[in-house]
């Protein structure tokens, strides 16, 4: 069984750096075609994509993110890392990890998330 | 970057079918998948690829895809279905993940 659970604070202050933790089990960040994504969602807002790390430690940022974030991967302890700088107010939301399966040989890549984390709430305020 | 645009909500009696839209260009090309979120939970993935359905997850959610417009179908729509549907696709071009604008089912 996959698991995912995000932790960090709850509360940022502006112009600070957030670091989120995602600790997982049920499958390893060195298998050939796994990735795990951070996606978050603001209040009554939409879902949206932040970040991916891939097994071979390629990444993948959001364009309107990018130069903001950083996500790095510590397989010895089952963890994926997502920084982000210079919190604002805006960025207060819901954070969520989410695995991305590898592919079925002959088969194309899986392009979708399941199963996700419970979510943490990050709040930016002074 | 791409834009996956879906309709802001959708009431549906009890019994009868709901269509959930997901509009984008040429998306027809594309891999859709949908998600369930109900209000305080992580999102759920109730289709993939189209058309497949994860196991667990009841035939009476169905899904297509053409042209500009993806469609997420859920029949004999139940009092548990009320809940956020978001779409979401790859984009090749770009090697990024893009999520829908989100709708909410409501169920009369």
């Known amino acids: 069984q996959i698991t995912l659970k995000e932790s960090g604070p709850t509360l940022v202050k502006p112009t600070q750096t957030l670091t989120l933790t995602c600790t997982f089990s049920?499958?390893?960040?060195?298998?050939?075609?796994?990735?795990v994504a951070w996606i978050r969602q603001p209040p009554g807002k939409a879902l949206e994509w932040l970040a991916l790390?891939?097994?071979?430690?390629?990444?993948r940022y959001s364009p309107s993110l990018r130069s903001r974030l950083t996500v790095t991967k510590d397989t010895s302890k089952n963890q994926v890392v997502l920084r982000m700088t210079n919190m604002d107010p805006v960025d207060t939301a819901t954070y969520f990890c989410?695995?991305?399966?590898?592919?079925?040989?002959?088969?194309?890549?899986?392009?979708?998330?399941?199963?996700w984390g419970q979510g943490t709430l990050v709040t930016v305020s002074s | 970057s791409y834009v996956l645009t879906q309709p802001p909500s959708v009431s549906v009696a009890p019994g009868k079918t709901a269509r959930i839209t997901c509009g984008g260009n040429?998306?027809?090309?594309?891999?859709v998948h949908w998600y369930q979120q109900k209000p305080g939970q992580a999102p759920v993935l109730v289709v993939y690829?189209?058309?497949d359905r994860p196991s667990g997850i009841p035939e009476r959610f169905s899904g297509s895809n053409s042209g500009n417009t993806a469609t997420l179908t859920i029949s004999r729509v139940e009092a548990g279905d009320e809940a956020d549907y978001s779409c979401q696709v790859w984009d090749s071009d770009s090697d990024h993940y893009v999520f829908g604008t989100g709708t909410k089912v409501t169920v009369l």
């Open positions: 790390i891939y097994w071979d430690d390629d990444k």
């Open positions: 989410a695995y991305r399966a590898p592919g079925i040989v002959g088969h194309p890549p899986r392009k979708w998330f399941d199963p």
């Open positions: 049920g499958f390893s960040l060195t298998t050939s075609g796994v990735g």
């Open positions: 690829d189209d058309t």
């Open positions: 040429n998306i027809g090309s594309k891999s």
